[in-house]
């Protein structure tokens, strides 16, 4: 037998073994994730229901879904443990605290403010741009009432 012939089950076995040893690392960071788990952590089962740790068993985990609610779960329906911040977040809607106080405007007075306060010699140069349209300036109070009619009317009924 020649190298030739050998080659695509060498790369059909290396292939493999690639794949089957991300599976064992991921397998084993769950089980190192569920094994940290401690009573009063909050968790998120891999149904998406969101719970906190109450007893810990060889096999099984005691969740407290709500207050005075509790269900016995398989460790292997832990999806995440979750840190305290981000449970809380989730759960009780609470805000991430942040140290920078960023300020967004509602509408965009402020940022023209800022520029017309610097007074830079370009903008003051600059002519003002019209923005109307030349047919209301001269129309004025007639506005809407072409053919005797106001805004949104129509002839059909």
Request: proline share 3%; glycine share 8%; charged share 30%.
């Amino acid at each position: 037998m020649s190298i030739v012939t050998l080659l695509p089950f060498i790369v059909l076995i290396g292939a493999m073994f690639l794949m089957t040893r991300s599976a064992k690392k991921k397998q084993q960071a769950a089980a190192q994730m569920r094994n940290e788990m401690q009573p009063g952590t909050g968790v998120r089962t891999i149904g998406g229901m969101y719970a906190t740790v109450k007893e810990i068993g060889d096999e099984t985990v005691l969740l407290e879904v709500a207050p005075g609610v509790h269900a016995v779960y398989a460790k292997n329906a832990i999806g995440a443990v979750l840190d305290d911040a981000e449970y809380n977040r989730i759960v009780h809607g609470d805000e991430e605290e942040s140290d920078s106080e960023t300020v967004v405007p509602d509408d965009a007075s402020s940022l023209t403010e800022v520029a017309a306060a610097e007074g830079t010699e370009k903008d003051a140069d600059a002519p003002k741009a019209d923005l109307t349209k030349k047919s209301d300036v001269a129309e004025d109070g007639t506005e809407g009432q072409k053919d005797g009619k106001a805004d949104g009317e129509t002839d059909a009924k």
